[in-house]
């Protein structure tokens, strides 16, 4: 059996064409068509990056919110404005995917294979990251594109150097891109640091630059979070206490092994707010995690270290309700905090699964095909369904309206909404 296995990832490692990484983004869009079908503006598309992109041009680029600059969005929201407003909903739909898409074309190129040199289970990893459940706040959307470009940026970091002038060129102006879009940088550091640690001498250069540009952002962004610029993150309750948060940080394992629907399920049979299940899937999932980066490749380590600061910084600061922590444990509420701790969980399963103990390949291999059976197929399609707004039509009436004209427009997720004037 064993050898049958190795036989067949094999085969699929030799029929996998090195044009293959670039459909990837067609891969984002069947797993959920109507994003790109139907395509509606969700959360800051309006109010924040198109109308007041609209408004202020290229000095929305200045303009933080919640403390922090949010430049990725704020460009593809100035590029967009020549086109009429009835087409901004799916340019930024496209953009947002192939945004999402570049992360697993970068992990299966060449790049990569410094840090993880095994081809067939990069790409293997690249097709669950395309794929993954309960991630539908963040999937294809521009709103949270700054949470791919940063996994991204994470890549690059950890990524053998580029070959030519203009590949350097190029990565020095997606990692700046990425630092100063979303609080991310601070925690993208200690990977960064690490590889300066440990860099030989042809190395060295390339991760001094790296780690440079990280810094100017971390700059940037770190006087913005501590109030320099008077655009503060909401100061709100919590409602914290240690049993809540095992039951969210049971959530990660939950959501990555049986998907965004079925932990809502869990919550409506009390598995999630009520019974001591959370408790043994947290303390399991970290005891998992933790053997994984003990035994595994350094890639694990810094990627888990990114992750659970991201995690911990989100929990301390969130941005979901008043009080902030109950609410968690309902889906969709705090969906996009769990997506770099599914992530990591994920990493972890795959470097169990190779390991010579038995039983941890064994149960590494068990968990991530409940994720690909169950997990996968429960989540196609789009968990998030909202009944599409008149955004379309009332874009194309303001598109013929008179200057002047003032509009308001529906957008998702409900009671989400902007105006323009013309």
């Not at 296995?5 to 990837?24: G, H, Y």
């Not at 043994?280 to 595994?296: C, H, N, P």
Request: aromatic share 14%; proline share 9%.
């Amino acid at each position: 059996m064993k050898a049958m296995v190795s036989s067949s990832l094999q085969a699929i490692d030799r029929l996998v064409p090195r044009t293959a990484p670039w459909l990837f983004p067609l891969l984002i869009f069947l797993h959920n068509p109507r994003r790109l079908l139907k395509p509606e503006m969700w959360g800051d598309d309006g109010p924040y990056w198109y109308a007041q992109a609209y408004q202020y041009g290229l000095g929305s680029l200045l303009m933080p919110i919640s403390g922090y600059l949010n430049t990725v969005q704020r460009l593809v929201a100035i590029l967009v404005q020549p086109l009429p407003l009835a087409w901004t909903p799916f340019v930024f739909q496209v953009v947002s995917i192939l945004i999402q898409a570049v992360p697993a074309i970068f992990l299966v190129s060449r790049r990569m294979e410094g840090a993880w040199p095994d081809r067939t289970s990069r790409y293997l990893f690249a097709l669950l990251y395309l794929v993954m459940p309960n991630a539908p706040e963040t999937s294809a959307g521009l709103t949270n594109s700054q949470w791919y470009l940063a996994i991204l940026a994470f890549l690059l970091i950890v990524s053998n150097p580029p070959a030519s002038a203009g590949g350097r060129l190029l990565e020095t102006f997606v990692l700046f891109i990425a630092g100063i879009s979303g609080p991310f940088c601070v925690l993208l550091m200690p990977a960064a640091l690490w590889e300066l640690f440990i860099a030989d001498r042809p190395c060295r250069l390339d991760a001094w630059r790296r780690a440079s540009v990280l810094a100017a952002t971390c700059l940037i962004q770190g006087a913005l979070i501590l109030g320099i610029s008077g655009e503060r993150r909401a100061d709100l309750p919590l409602g914290a206490s240690f049993d809540l948060f095992v039951r969210i940080l049971s959530l990660i394992s939950f959501g990555a092994e049986f998907g965004y629907r079925s932990v809502s399920d869990f919550f409506h049979l009390g598995l999630t707010s009520v019974s001591p299940l959370p408790y043994v899937a947290a303390v399991g999932s970290l005891a998992l995690i933790g053997t994984a980066v003990a035994k595994g490749p350094r890639i694990l380590a810094q990627y888990v270290i990114f992750a659970g600061g991201i995690f911990a910084l989100s929990m301390a600061k969130p941005m979901v309700s008043n009080p902030q922590w109950p609410p968690m444990l309902l889906p969709p509420a705090g969906n996009r905090y769990f997506l770099f701790p599914m992530i990591a969980w994920w990493g972890a399963l795959f470097v169990l699964a190779g390991l010579p103990q038995r039983w941890l390949r064994l149960t590494a291999r068990t968990l991530l095909a409940i994720t690909a059976f169950v997990a996968v197929p429960r989540d196609w399609g789009d968990p998030l369904y909202y009944p599409p707004t008149d955004f379309i039509a009332r874009a194309r009436a303001f598109d013929a309206a008179p200057p002047g004209t003032v509009m308001e427009f529906d957008i998702h997720p409900p009671p989400w909404k902007f105006s323009l004037t013309k």
